[in-house]
């Protein structure tokens, strides 16, 4: 069993960074793909960005390549997101998902969800 606890949402103007923390328990981090997804109000739950159990492998959404990096340490069973050149369409509860199949942007392949974290870029 994994539980996965988001923090460091908030409210940001546009331009500006946050870094998303995701605290999980369990012995077996080191073995999980990590992934944050993300959902806008009346919108679907979309992938953001993933990152492989080593660390080695990283994957982003389009949207936002380039502006938000992915990283892991294992040795504190946490994953981050660094969200920096924030957009308004960036608002979003933002989740933290490990996945026992390898590093996926599929929803479905992710066993395990924390209960989201709120961002809202004003402009």
């Known amino acids: 069993q994994v539980q996965l606890v988001e923090s460091g949402g908030g409210l940001v103007q546009a331009g500006g960074s946050l870094r998303l923390s995701c605290a999980t328990s369990g012995r077996t981090f080191r073995s999980y793909a990590m992934g944050w997804f993300r959902q806008a109000p009346g919108k679907e739950r979309e992938f953001a960005a993933a990152i492989s159990s080593s660390g080695s492998s990283t994957y982003y959404a389009d949207s936002v390549k380039g502006r938000f990096t992915i990283s892991r340490g294992n040795a504190m069973n946490a994953v981050y997101l660094q969200m920096n050149s924030l957009k308004p369409e960036d608002t979003a509860v933002y989740y933290c998902?490990?996945?026992?199949?390898?590093?996926?942007?599929?929803?479905?392949?992710?066993?395990?969800w924390g209960q989201g974290t709120q961002v809202t870029v004003s402009s």
């Open positions: 998902a490990a996945s026992s199949l390898g590093i996926a942007t599929i929803r479905a392949e992710y066993n395990y």
